[in-house]
């Protein structure tokens, strides 16, 4: 069984009948609605892209302003003066081990 | 039927007529046409009247069927005009540029409908191209032979012969509309002879 068949036509399709299924105003039709759609789907395209990106940089920031204050808060007070000095020199119980 | 039988016949495959190729003249003036309806959707009219018909009949030697011509017609012209600003003069003439979409369409719905290709060929245009040398015309049994051997062989060579000797085309545009190299073209073609040969006589003049 091959892959394809063969067909023979007695006739040939004449150009009056091929005529008929002419329809350039349905084309167009078909060409306005289809950029139409294209354009719908291109501004959702880039809606979704920029809400996506608003998103990811609040989301980024966020993180970013999580990471930045953490190390700040231990930075301020392991450099605060004084507060490991009394551990240090151990003033609490005025040198006494 | 063994070979022998077939090696009896003997089939003239005449020189193709230039009748569809185009002067450098008439090339400029369809790329003039094809920048204006570029520009402008509305000049495609010209382009859309210009080659339905030769489209159309090419579709319907795929497919044997006026309805599914009619949509795939239809949906080729579609793409064209929506891609029309991508299209590129690559020294063939842009009805190639149409084959190529048209023949991407069959493919997708064959792909789809997942049946068997179909190549209906008119008898009247077979015979401008395969003669028995013997008897003035084919007989039905003949026929029906050669349609049997037209089965056996690839299915793309077949897409070769049907351009080249029902569509006209050249090398250059075959190639083209295939997607295949030149010699890829030659190829297919000459390959198709050969095995024509193999149960018939075959004389090609090209």
Redesign the interface.
């Known amino acids: 069984m ?12 004449t ?1 009056r009948r ?2 008929g ?4 105003a ?3 039709e ?2 306005k609605s ?2 139409l759609k294209r354009l719908i789907k291109l501004i959702f395209l880039l809606l979704f892209f920029t809400a996506l990106s608003v998103f990811a940089y609040y989301a980024l920031s966020k993180i970013e302003k999580q990471n930045n204050n953490e190390p700040e808060k231990q930075a301020q007070a392991l450099s605060r003066p004084g507060v490991f000095n009394e551990e240090l020199l151990n003033t609490y119980n005025y040198g006494k081990t | 039927m063994n070979v022998e039988d077939y090696m009896d016949k003997t089939i003239t495959l005449g020189t193709v007529s230039d009748a569809n190729y185009m002067s450098e003249q008439e090339l400029a003036e369809e790329q003039e046409l094809i920048v204006r309806a570029k520009r402008d ?1 509305r000049a495609f ?1 010209e382009v ?2 210009r080659y ?2 030769r489209i ?2 090419f579709i ?1 030697r795929r497919t ?1 069927d ?1 309805a599914i ?2 949509d795939l ?2 949906q080729t ?2 793409k064209a ?2 891609s029309l600003k991508k299209y590129e003069y690559r020294g063939v003439p842009f009805s190639a540029w149409l084959y190529r979409i048209a023949h991407n369409e069959v493919n997708k719905f064959y792909n789809k409908q997942k049946r ?11 015979f401008e191209f395969i003669q028995p040398e013997e008897e003035a015309v084919f007989d039905e049994e003949k ?1 029906a032979e050669l ?1 049997e051997v ?3 062989l ?2 793309e060579a ?1 897409e070769v012969l049907e351009l080249r000797f029902f569509e006209e085309k050249n090398f250059k545009e075959i190639s083209y509309i295939l997607n295949i190299g030149e010699s890829g073209a030659k190829m297919r073609l000459y390959r198709a002879i050969d095995k024509l040969k193999e149960r018939f006589k075959i004389k090609y003049n090209d």
């Open positions: 091959g892959r394809h068949d063969i067909r023979l036509r007695r006739q040939r399709m150009s091929i005529e299924y002419k329809d350039y349905s084309l167009m078909r060409h289809s950029r | 959707a009219g859309y009247n339905f018909e159309f009949n319907l044997d006026e011509s009619d017609t239809s012209f579609l005009m929506q068997k290709k179909v190549f209906s060929l008119e008898q009247e245009q077979l026929l349609m037209l089965k056996e690839p299915t077949v």
